[in-house]
């Protein structure tokens, strides 16, 4: 059995309690080593099989996969953040089906969630936002027509941007074209729940300027939105005067 484990976002105690105990089991891990903090393999059993898969390709992982199942071994494939999004899992997934290899998924915490809480923000604030874009500004890998960014951002919903740190300059071409105001508030949140981790705050006009002048590169999120700035009208399902299954609204 190959387990699709979510490390989580950074910190070493927020992988899940069902993906540190698949990882304690483990006989094989392979690990995602460019991202996932590898405080995460100190529990590992004596004997167990690491491989950072950094180093690695697809046919590379898959072959080493289909080794330990062959073997009757259980083997961890630890992906950072949630394996959902941007963890290039389903080529893996499709890999496994082919070769019948029996597979589960242990969601984790994702970055976005790191990057909130770090910044103690909501992204979903009555009156201000009740919807999240997670995207990212193309590079090597292209973004399908009709999610470029501009037309994204002309929604002007909380928006979080996975993979752009690098390309920082772009993206605040690309979100002011889809007409948010220069003011519009912005954070990069650099290595989320990490004990390094960096926080800067800006606006979409000086996106650009303050990552350069961070000096970040890569493991960061850029967060756009209102939600930065907090306020928003109260959440009507703890307002005295509204009703739920659970209470009778007074008047």
């Given amino acids: ?39 995460l393999l100190d529990g590992c059993k004596p ?11 697809l046919e590379e992982v898959v072959s080493e996969m289909a080794r330990a199942e062959a073997q009757g071994l259980s083997c961890v494939r630890l992906h950072t953040g949630d394996p959902s999004l941007y963890g290039a899992v389903r080529e893996q997934m499709d890999a496994l ?6 597979y589960d998924v242990t969601p984790g915490v994702s970055s976005f969630c790191g990057a909130a809480a770090a910044l103690h923000a909501e992204y979903t604030l009555p009156g201000v936002s009740q919807t999240v874009i ?31 740190a690098g390309l920082a ?18 954070a990069v949140v650099c290595r989320a ?33 209102e939600f930065l700035n907090g306020g928003g009208e109260r959440s009507k399902l703890y307002d005295p005067s509204f009703s739920t299954g659970f209470r009778e609204g007074t008047p």
């Fill in 1 to 39: 059995m190959v387990h699709f484990v979510g490390a989580g976002c950074g910190a070493k105690d927020l992988i899940t309690v069902r993906g540190a105990r698949l990882l304690k089991e483990a006989d094989c891990v392979l690990y995602a080593g460019s991202l996932v903090n590898p405080a």
């Fill in 47 to 57: 004997g167990c099989r690491i491989f950072n898969t950094a180093k690695m390709t």
């Fill in 97 to 102: 089906e082919r070769l019948k290899i029996p």
């Fill in 134 to 164: 997670l995207t990212r500004v193309p590079g090597r890998t292209a973004v399908p027509e009709g999610e470029s960014l501009s037309s994204l951002a002309a929604h002007g919903c909380s928006m979080v941007l996975f993979l752009s």
């Fill in 169 to 186: 300059e772009d993206a605040q071409r690309e979100l002011l074209n889809g007409g948010l105001s220069p003011e519009t508030p912005a």
């Fill in 193 to 225: 729940t990490f004990p390094d981790e960096q926080i800067v705050r800006c606006t979409v006009g000086t996106l650009a300027e303050a990552v350069a002048d961070a000096g970040i590169r890569r493991t960061a999120l850029l967060l756009i939105g």
